[in-house]
């Protein structure tokens, strides 16, 4: 049964976004990643080929879209200022749009914290999510290309998220479309766990699938250096999820000899997620109606808590979000998309979460 629903979810999700049907195509970069991975999911579950190709054909419209200036903008052409033919050989080199409904702000406008959220421009951590979702297509397909525009993704945003700070390194939280100006100056707060560990994991497969790009290296050791581990802790639902997948992420790294630069990382992600936890339940914030809650932010932290001691804290929410009188309201109808496709990540985490041995399409075709 968990599989129907994710399938009707993503199959919804497909076509009221235009990716298996002549609806325009609205791609939103964080979104689109979870959707990647669940259709992953469902071809590693079921063997139907089908759901492979939604998935690549998910990560060709978000390159030719994302990696692409909006339609409304001046520019043309990929984002990176690549011609044509490198750009097709080489979509992530630039990085990838929002996907937001407005535009960027532009360099004369004043910054306008409320309206800013609904302006386009490149995430970090979106891009980070990107870069997993392409690793596992690459551990999927066995096409080495996909992790190589992963590493290529993880390259462009070190060099423009990454800047000196009265001494040292930090990052900023948002930049314009092109990389060439930050537009929210604050780093946010797990921006660099997520750009050591995605890099540290990128460097793996690319080991494994023998391919060739750029070395992540000094990107890895300017994430560490960064790293602040007494300060991981956060009472954010989606924050706190994050911490529990980065907690497995970092055990299969340690696994591998791979965690060698910060010996402490996993005890501390472990340390951080779990007093995280304990503070937002005791907000009791999971017993509010439906109407006072934000499911993706919920959602976030239930696919975190899969595997984990905490799973019921974590089946609870899906069960909440799979009853349909809990989806019938603004809260819900009016962030569907990325509600619908989180939703569906919970009932079918493997794709979001597992690491897949290498050709399991070859295997299955």
Not at 36 to 61: I, P, S
Not at 328 to 356: K, S, Y
Request: hydrophobic share 45%; charged share 25%; glycine share 8%.
């Amino acid at each position: 049964m968990p599989l129907v629903r994710a399938d009707q979810f993503m199959t919804a999700f497909a076509a009221r976004t235009g990716l298996s049907s002549a609806q325009p195509p609205r791609r939103y970069l964080w979104t689109d990643a979870f959707a990647v991975c669940n259709c992953l999911g469902l071809f590693h579950e079921t063997g139907d080929r089908a759901k492979l190709d939604l998935a690549l054909r998910l990560v060709d419209q978000v390159h030719h879209t994302l990696g692409k200036h909006r339609a409304d903008d001046r520019r043309r052409g990929w984002i990176s200022g690549l011609a044509d033919a490198n750009g097709e050989a080489h979509p992530t080199s630039g990085g990838l749009r929002i996907g937001k409904p407005r535009q960027e702000r532009s360099p004369a406008e004043p910054i306008d914290e409320r309206l800013e959220w609904e302006r386009d421009g490149q995430y970090f951590h979106y891009l980070t999510k990107w870069m997993h979702a392409l690793d596992q297509v690459s551990r999927v397909t066995g096409e080495a290309r996909y992790n190589l525009w992963a590493r290529e993704l993880a390259e462009a945003a070190w060099r423009a998220f990454v800047h000196a700070s009265d001494g040292g390194r930090r990052m900023y939280w948002k930049m314009s479309i092109d990389l060439t100006r930050p537009l929210v100056f604050s780093m946010g707060q797990h921006d660099p766990l997520d750009g050591f560990l995605t890099a540290l994991e990128l460097e793996t497969t690319a080991i494994d699938a023998g391919t060739h790009g750029p070395d992540l290296s000094a990107a890895i050791a300017d994430y560490a250096k960064m790293l602040d581990l007494s300060a991981l802790a956060t009472d954010d639902p989606l924050g706190i999820g994050g911490l529990f997948v980065d907690a497995a992420r970092a055990a299969r790294l340690s696994a591998r000899g791979t965690l060698t630069q910060l010996p402490g990382l996993l005890a501390a992600i472990q340390e951080a997620a779990r007093i995280g936890l304990a503070r937002y339940l005791s907000r009791r914030e999971l017993h509010a109606p439906a109407t006072h809650r934000l499911a993706f932010r919920e959602l976030g932290l239930a696919i975190g808590l899969t595997d984990t001691r905490y799973a019921a804290v974590g089946d609870g929410i899906r069960e909440f979000w799979l009853d349909p009188a809990n989806r019938a309201n603004r809260t819900w109808t009016e962030h569907a998309d990325i509600n619908e496709v989180m939703l569906a990540t919970c009932l079918v985490p493997q794709g979001f979460l597992r690491v897949f041995p290498f050709t399991v399409a070859a295997a299955a075709s």
